[in-house]
């Protein structure tokens, strides 16, 4: 279990606090990195310097070139080449100096930025880190599965509703974990007569938020179960698909072998077989979409 993220952060600021969990758990923890300075101005290198220095011995090389007739096209070739590396030199020496902020500074600034959008592993305990573990992997299990991909559930409303299915329930985990702790401190450090009367609606209260945290959860669970009835019925007709297609080299391998004729209709049945696939493939669907329905419900 992970960094788990609103879905409405952008894309690459999920993907920055994802990388970093154990550095996100420092920053949660008050850890605060240093700041960025400005970059100093970039100093002439000894390249520079030597190019500067060598500028007065190249002009008086190629004037002498150029005045004798003999040797000019040598001389145009060294200006040439000389004009070029000086270009070359003042464009390098011109160009902007990367950021070399930290690492760790961006990272804390967009914490910062989404604090409260984000969750991480040792803000549920260990009940709700198992329901959060049921629940992603009931959404991981559709979003990846071929049926979705083609289009046979409807793929846009599952990129959207899951994962923020999946931050609701994560939030929802994380204050009941939160509060959890909290009651499991006031146990231990004893509870008073006058106090005793309040301690048995608050667990009830506790245990009511679960269950109807984990009632969705469970519905998550159907859904992905219906995709797996689908899932499989699509991979078997898609075989099914594929060998139909090589039925005439089979009908023809027998016909030329002399064979036993019973085996075409054997063969045959392949179709059979395919069309009580489409069917169930169809039915598996219709259940994923009716699932699918009570989860927005």
Do not use: C
Request: charged share 25%.
């Amino acid at each position: 279990m992970g960094v788990v993220i609103d879905p409405a952060v952008p894309p690459e600021v999920a993907g920055l606090l994802r990388a970093n969990a154990p550095l996100l758990s420092r920053i949660r923890a008050g850890w605060v990195p240093p700041a960025s300075t400005a970059p100093e101005p970039r100093r002439r290198g000894p390249s520079g310097a030597m190019l500067l220095a060598a500028t007065p011995v190249m002009i008086a090389l190629m004037a002498v070139l150029l005045a004798s007739p003999p040797l000019a096209p040598a001389g145009f070739l060294l200006l040439g080449g000389y004009v070029f590396v000086v270009l070359v030199k003042i464009a390098s020496m011109s160009e902007i100096p990367e950021d070399d902020r930290p690492h760790e500074r961006t990272v804390y600034e967009q914490a910062r930025w989404y604090d409260g959008r984000f969750l991480l592993p040792e803000e549920f305990d260990q009940e709700a880190g198992k329901v959060l573990a049921r629940a992603q992997r009931a959404i991981g299990s559709v979003l990846r599965s071929h049926v979705n991909a083609e289009g046979l559930l409807d793929d846009a409303r599952n990129a959207v509703m899951l994962p923020a299915q999946e931050w609701e329930i994560a939030r929802l985990l994380a204050k009941l974990s939160a509060l959890r702790m909290e009651h499991r401190d006031l146990l231990i450090r004893g509870i008073a007569p006058e106090v005793a009367a309040v301690i048995e609606p608050l667990e009830r209260a506790l245990a009511e938020s679960e269950a109807a945290v984990v009632a969705r959860v469970e519905a998550l669970e159907r859904y992905a179960g219906h995709v797996a009835e689908a899932e499989r019925a699509y991979h078997a007709r898609t075989q099914i698909e594929e060998l139909r297609a090589k039925l005439p080299r089979y009908e023809e391998l027998l016909a030329e072998s002399g064979a036993d004729a019973q085996a075409v209709p054997e063969i045959d049945r392949l179709a059979e077989d395919a069309d009580t696939l489409e069917r169930t493939l169809r039915r598996s669907v219709r259940s994923a979409h009716e699932a699918f329905r009570y989860l927005e419900g």
